[in-house]
């Protein structure tokens, strides 16, 4: 049994609150948040004592490990806490709001030894992970072009992009991640190509709303990865691995599996609405493999170093955006 | 708020244990089972006071409605405990061993007047539901021709069977009931035709493990049924209707969406291995549209005289069995 | 090089002149019509020469085979000339009328000696005799369940309809003799449902135009096969085996792979307007099939009592239609 | 009717002799080849008469249009004596080696106003041209994202590619006329990144087997083709274009249809082997389109300065995959 805190009763906390809470293996014992309502309101459904007193989720007596769900500029100060602690650590990405931030906090926690986790949930996805599997049992042979579709159905708030850093750090870094995941392999160099279509707001602070970006693995493998802020048909998101010798793909999901025949054509049940529905099950995966991972003792199954290197690569796929060149991707 | 007792603590009682828990207008105060462990080791993890004293379940002060799913040989003793009591019930499927008994328990409840309702859980699958939207909405015209696939990945024990009623009682019954709900209309006869070929056992007590049921329909329409015990490739459940105007389909449905090419085809995720997890979100869509008519004060969405009507098609249908001949359905 | 006559020049000679023509291995040397003008309609496009004198396609110095594509009531007429002449013979089907002249031809055929084979173009649809083989190499194990749906997109004309000899002998007979072909194994027995749903002018002349049969094969196998006149989405066949360990599925096919993705669902390419587009590569297969057996000298592919026992299935379904109960099939 | 010249009596010359011979509108007189023992292959089997006397093709008082089939060296020259001769001209790509040899042609041939098409058979595709109609209709509203996947099942002989000018102005060049065809909008930039994964032979003449092209649109529309040489899984095309209100897609294409279900996924058949069996339907089409256009003496369905642009894109791709940067393209 695991004792965790959970830092942060915002949305994706309650979120995390509800697998805590039916992952047989965990106990939720604090729920910590600034605003001390928010963590009532989720301990009267998945129990766990509310705290706005942020040491009582860092006590090492009643705490095993710290699930870091608050705001993203808290998150590197929650991680040395942690590692102070020596408690193991599930984090929210990104780890900090800039690449020197997020290095510097990242060799903190190294140091300390503790078992920690950046949150790439869509690792866990069960049908990416199929993909991934399929692939590593040679499959498909060596990869040779990977394609990633990660297509949103409506624009975020204006407000909230502003401050994102950019579509390429704030929504294609999930894919830069499960391109080196996939591939077992770090991109050497990136070239984006980008394009204001949706709202011309986005101008005003030098950001796109879709876009493109090729990377080139070290073994010569391409990949492509397209990112659309807002489609006209609901969440898309789809993989596919081209390999020397085959082909495999983790398809676009719908909800339903209902078709209609008609003398114009067959009309099947659309894609998911939103993203959430989509994803959701991916979270309780990505926390049952750290909370396997803590009791097997087996290494994390998505190091704190591995959001590092996804930010490398947004990194230097903005710069591309500006420059038109292709960059080498510096880790 | 409803305050519910379940009755029965066994496995599909734990499947409403979870989803009474789940349920946001429910309160599960009440798990009853004549083993009073199996009853505390549903509370412990679901909420609600633990028994083995029957009226503890029935008792109006303390609850609105009662969840049965005791075994079958107990359904109508139940049922009329309730009614006595004036709570309004849900009750699993059939409603007793006998058409006979089955008829005498549903007219004693309704002369009650309290809500009842037959878990056919079917009726609340996600994509079923969908196809009688777009059929009630006109979108294939008259109804003309039903096909259903109900078919199981293994046999169940040789000993359930011997007592289940014989295969078109046991396991066609839910899709009797699919037909008169999604048609809308009680089929005036039935053919049906069947084999052992999977275990020789069967033959010794008169049951089949494959078998075609076609029915006529008072339009004329024709469905046909068939029900396999032991497929070779998981759990297969299918509905097409076709109508003056077009078609729609409840397709099989996989548990994945990964898709291998190769040279020598492509290989997708098949069909689930089992029955539950396809069916499972089905549990909770009935007991909420339960919920639902308590709390608006509308008719049940299943009345307990459905469960008699499937009944009295499964009987016709396993006379025709026996006799080779088309048969009258007799409600 | 085979020399072929071509009996008849209506609408199925003039498709079956086109694949003579395209056939390298055979010369198209007559075409016989009782009416000179539309034989001369033919050979003006693909060679040969018109002729309306019966003698000059049954001759043996010119002409190795007949294509016999005449009207129905001069098939056996034709049969017994090509048998007296020494000539192979590719007839379509039904052989005869009824089933007693057509197996009195069949039986004058058989003794002559002559290849012959009934036009059974549907055992050479791609996609057939790649399910045919599926199940031959074991892939699915034994039959256990067959499925077929015969759908046309529109009610042929009533004067056609009333001498066509009903919907199980004029439509169904082709998936007889599909179920025949794939299971290798004859029907025991046939229990049939029929209703009048399209045009109720059927009624008159006591023929259905949506129908249901369930076959039993003589292993316990059953098999459904619906037959509609009339759909609303255009031309629908699709086969269906389901054996110990698996399941072979032969799909509805679509002339187009478009898919259109909106907020209200995923609209893809419907089925073929008509039978015909679908078919049509078929005759061609099957004319390649016969001519490959008189040059190898192997067995026809579908010798003429294949013709019959399709013609006896229909016999005793059309007798089931009548009786309400299942019927023995007599060969 | 047409009367129709062919140039050139290879492999490609072949397939377009059985076209112009099955169209009911043309006249296939004359079949040249500087090989008249080629030429005399053709006629035997499509008709017209056999000649290695260039000028009998350009004759105008037999011929009214020229099918330039012949090898690439010689389309300029061939083109000129059509615009000399004043006959119409259907061509096949690339119009001549060089971009700077192509617009010197075609100006020469716009300056004579004959009806002139570059054989772009892919415009002609069933599902490629229905693609097209949908978004025309405007049912993905406005352009915002294209992917083509062009990969074919196996590497061409070296020999071939020393010579070819390069991936993308070999196999590529067809998908950036198609890019222009649908989106009606000619790309002011490329940016291409290429890879040499199947024969390192290729890195001798500076070629790529396995490349990615971004193009910009003039309204800021992103578009991505990938080109693969070799796939281990058949001949794979297929084009995606996403609008600012849904998605429409010409799917990979199967030459059957048949599905086999197991305990271990469901097996479909697989791609086309190779190209040439999925395409060739679109040079029948392409060509009935030129006929149509002089029928009804309506505008060239591919100008050839269609051909011109399509070979610009290629040029600035080619040298961004030197470059590393993303090029303008003049036209």
């Not at 047989?24 to 129990?47: C, E, M």
């Not at 909230?160 to 991640?177: A, E, K, M």
């Not at 290197?309 to 038109?324: D, K, N, P």
């Amino acid at each position: 049994m695991q004792r965790f805190a959970l830092i942060g009763a915002g949305f994706i906390g309650a979120v995390h609150a509800e697998n805590l809470a039916a992952n047989p293996s965990v106990d939720l014992v604090v729920v910590y948040d600034v605003d001390l309502s928010r963590a009532r309101a989720l301990t009267g459904r998945f129990g766990g004592r509310p705290t706005d007193d942020e040491s009582d989720a860092f006590d090492p007596s009643e705490v095993d490990a710290v699930f870091v769900a608050s705001s993203t500029d808290t998150h590197a100060a929650h991680l040395r806490r942690a590692a102070d602690a020596g408690l193991a650590v599930l984090c929210e990405k990104p780890l900090a709001p800039t690449l020197a931030e997020a290095t510097e906090v990242v060799e903190y926690v190294e140091a300390s030894g503790i078992v920690a986790m950046v949150d790439f949930n869509r690792r866990f996805d069960r049908d990416h992970a199929h993909l991934k599997r399929i692939i590593d049992e040679g499959g498909i042979g060596a990869i040779e072009l990977v394609q990633m579709s990660s297509r949103g159905p409506s624009l975020p708030p204006v407000d909230y992009l502003r401050v994102s850093g950019g579509q390429l750090r704030d929504q294609t870094v999930h894919f830069f991640d499960l391109c080196r995941w996939i591939a077992g392999q770090d991109p050497v160099s990136v070239a984006a190509t980008g394009s204001v279509l949706v709202d011309p707001a986005l101008t005003g602070f030098g950001d796109v709303d879709t876009s493109v970006a090729t990377l080139t693995l070290p073994s010569g493998a391409l990949v492509q990865i397209d990112s659309v802020r807002r489609t006209g048909y609901g969440y898309d998101e789809r993989i596919e691995v081209m390999g020397s010798s085959g082909l495999v793909e983790s398809r676009r999901q719908s909800p339903g599996n209902v078709s209609q025949y008609s003398s114009t054509g067959i009309v099947s049940t659309g894609l998911y609405a939103g993203w959430f529905e989509r994803v959701r099950p991916t979270y309780a995966a990505a926390l049952a493999a750290f909370v396997t991972a803590l009791e097997t003792r087996t290494p994390s199954p998505a190091p704190l170093r591995d959001g590092l290197r996804a930010q490398a690569i947004a990194e230097a796929a903005t710069a591309s955006l500006g420059s038109g060149r292709t960059e080498t991707v510096v880790y």
